[in-house]
């Protein structure tokens, strides 16, 4: 760990700063980081561009986190820990290498945008009861495995945006109709044969705003 | 009181049989005689009654045909102010059983002028007819009469100017006719009841009563300013900004809360400018890279990934498997267009 590191985050402590950025700085870890897990005080924490393989359990003691940032990194795992993170409003691990999600998760019931892009995620991935964040208002999850979605997916009544594209969905569920403010749904490149009639409601919602953003290039016409 | 000036005769005037006014005696020869106003007296005689001395200056003050100095008249006779307590020389205001000088003599409520403008007794203190009004108003409940100072009879008094007068002082703008307590005002003008009907008064688009002071027309109707309300916090506008939507007004505020662009970052609504990119909507200051968080702006180099915006630096440190489909997607979205 570079001087700098520890440097910064002395500085965040001493001056109560409320948002930390360690964009870049070729971390492998952040559990060595000393004093890091003690800005009780910290709203905002950049982790992008690093090397790091996981999260550690401590990271829930920065109760008052709002915005987490993981984006491109190597995580493969994350801690159980997240769900206590209450104030935790926008979670961005996109480019990592998660095959599974913590049931922790579903309980950071604030979340209401969660970028999954670019994970190793299939259908077992979702904790089961992901469909708690009922706050969530975008959920992407692009660049993954899934080759189904589970109904639950409807719950989430919030969800303005969902990404789906690349992925490997054979069929989406019915449910996905009860998504009734849902504004983007990208589905582009999949396997999918055709779109659940339900989603013809949408229509009455897009009008003439064109608000409503919905890309299916990739819906294969079979 | 006049005050005169000494009009001094020398002795050996001629005439030989004049007899001095004070003491009744006749002249020496080549005594000094004195000529006051007439009267002729002994040099020694022209002094004031009280104090014998003789007038400083030839100024003295006259009062029941006796001659006082200036300090002994005033002694005497001259009235006290009876609120600065100092004699009053010149214009005196009797009033209140005391003497005053004009300018002390004031209102005892609102300290206003009396002398000039006449004053009213009431228990015991001297007020202007204004302050008098409205403590008998107080007192009884009554209206007086800005106009006649005498009460109004209940329910019958007219507001105009700002203070309640008799309607009978007033005539309809209209037909002239004498008002009675059901006249109406419009504007600033008055008018008996049947003219002011005929004009059409406009009626409150929200309690649907006439509305007879100041009106808003606003959403094609009339309102009483204070029912003219945002429809969501229902407090009036008064004069204020509204925003109108299917029919309804609403205050800033509301507005923008139920109707304005949400910023797809904080979920709130947006106050001041907008960034409007990507299908969404953000604060200026939450528009940013989703990667490293770094602020932006729509002059910025940015690429776009699931429509949400990726800085530069951010993209070239993507994988390069998916730099190249990012890369791709952007230019069939380019050719596209």
């Known amino acids: 760990m570079s001087k700098s590191v520890k440097k910064l985050v002395e500085e965040t402590k001493d001056q109560g700063y409320t948002e930390l950025d360690l964009c870049d700085k070729s971390l492998n870890t952040i559990a060595d980081i000393p004093g890091l897990t003690q800005l009780r005080h910290l709203v905002r924490l950049t982790l992008s561009h690093n090397r790091i393989t996981s999260l550690p359990e401590s990271i829930g003691a920065l109760e008052n986190l709002e915005f987490l940032n993981v984006f491109n990194n190597h995580i493969e795992e994350l801690p159980m820990s997240l769900g206590s993170l209450k104030k935790l409003r926008h979670f961005n691990a996109a480019v990592n290498r998660l095959s599974s999600l913590p049931r922790g998760l579903g309980t950071a019931s604030g979340l209401e945008i969660l970028d999954l892009t670019y994970n190793n995620l299939n259908d077992k991935s979702l904790p089961g009861n992901f469909s708690v964040m009922k706050q969530l208002r975008a959920l992407y999850l692009g660049d993954n495995d899934f080759e189904t979605l589970p109904s639950e997916i409807g719950e989430l009544r919030n969800l303005q945006v969902l990404v789906l594209r690349d992925n490997d969905l054979i069929e989406l569920p019915k449910a996905l109709g009860n998504l009734s403010r849902l504004k983007e749904l990208h589905l582009q490149n999949n396997r999918l044969t055709a779109l659940p009639p339900e989603l013809g409601k949408f229509k009455h919602h897009s009008c003439a705003d064109s608000q409503n953003y919905m890309t299916q290039d990739g819906l294969c016409s079979g | ?337």
């Open chain 2, 1 to 337: 009181m006049p005050v005169q000036n000494e009009i001094a005769a020398p002795a050996g005037y001629g005439i030989g049989n004049a007899i001095c006014a004070v003491c009744q005696e006749s002249f020496g020869v080549d005594e000094r005689m004195v000529n006051s106003n007439g009267q002729i007296l002994h040099e020694r005689c022209f002094v004031c009654v009280q104090c014998f001395q003789p007038f400083p200056d030839g100024l003295f003050y006259e009062y029941d045909e006796r001659r006082y100095c200036e300090e002994d008249f005033q002694t005497l006779f001259a009235p006290c102010c009876k609120q600065c307590g100092k004699f009053v020389i010149g214009r005196v205001i009797k009033a209140m059983q005391a003497n005053w000088h004009p300018d002390c003599f004031r209102c005892e409520i609102c300290n206003d002028g009396l002398a000039d403008s006449g004053f009213v007794k009431n228990a015991g203190r001297a007020l202007c007819k204004k302050c008098n009004a409205d403590e008998k108003t107080k007192k009884t409940g009554r209206y007086v009469c800005r106009k006649c100072h005498t009460y109004i009879p209940e329910g019958e008094h007219l507001m105009y100017m700002g203070e309640p007068v008799h309607p009978w002082h007033y005539n309809c703008f209209s037909c002239n006719k004498e008002l009675d307590h059901l006249c109406r005002k419009r504007d600033t003008e008055l008018y008996c009841l049947r003219c002011h009907d005929k004009m059409g008064t406009p009626i409150c688009g929200a309690c649907r009563r006439p509305v007879e002071d100041r009106v808003v027309h606003a959403l094609g109707k009339a309102w009483h300013v204070e029912h003219f309300v945002c429809a969501k916090c229902e407090k009036p506008f008064y004069g204020h900004r509204y925003y109108e939507r299917k029919g309804l007004a609403y205050c800033e505020t509301h507005y923008n809360e139920l109707f304005g662009d949400i910023c797809f970052e904080c979920n709130k609504a947006i106050v001041g400018d907008v960034v409007n990119a990507l299908h969404k909507c953000w604060c200026v200051q939450h528009f940013t890279c989703v990667g490293c968080n770094v602020s932006l702006n729509l002059r910025s180099k940015f690429h776009e990934f699931d429509m949400q915006p990726l800085c530069k630096k951010c993209y070239e440190k993507m994988p390069l498997e998916l730099k190249k489909r990012l890369k791709k997607a952007e230019q069939t979205a380019g050719s596209r267009k």
